[in-house]
């Protein structure tokens, strides 16, 4: 399975706005369900969102009502759009593909991008 790519981070201050693309070169991830995930300094990979290729989606409770997953499927990318950001939200955010949904646990996932860096300052 290829990597994935994410791109979109950045340094905000608490309260702003980011939206991350993931997107998959090369191939298409139609029939595939994916999720974005963080990790943070001294912190285990955690889902965030996941989203299915008909459209369904799921948030952790952290994000709930702040974040929103999204699909394009003309553009082969799928976008998190984060609003309200917290501190806590600072980590390294990382999108994955699944053949399963929800999404298998972040262990349970091959082939991980590199990332892209968000960092909330208060």
């Known amino acids: 399975q290829a990597r994935l790519v994410e791109s979109g981070g950045g340094v905000v201050q608490a309260g702003g706005t980011l939206r991350l693309s993931c997107q998959a070169p090369?191939?298409?991830?139609?029939?595939?369900?994916i999720g974005w995930f963080r990790q943070a300094p001294g912190k285990e990979r955690e889902v965030v969102a996941g989203?299915?290729?008909?459209?369904?989606?799921y948030y952790a409770d952290s994000v709930k009502g702040r974040f929103t997953i999204s699909r394009d499927f003309d553009k082969n990318t799928v976008y998190l759009q984060m609003n309200n950001l917290k501190v806590e939200d600072t980590a390294v955010y990382y999108c994955?593909?699944?053949?399963?949904?929800?999404?298998?646990?972040?262990?349970?996932?091959?082939?991980w991008g590199q990332g892209t860096q968000v960092t909330i300052s208060s």
């Open positions: 989203i299915a290729s008909s459209g369904g989606a």
């Open positions: 994955n593909a699944d053949v399963f949904y929800p999404l298998r646990r972040p262990l349970e996932l091959r082939d």
């Open positions: 090369g191939r298409s991830f139609t029939n595939y369900a």
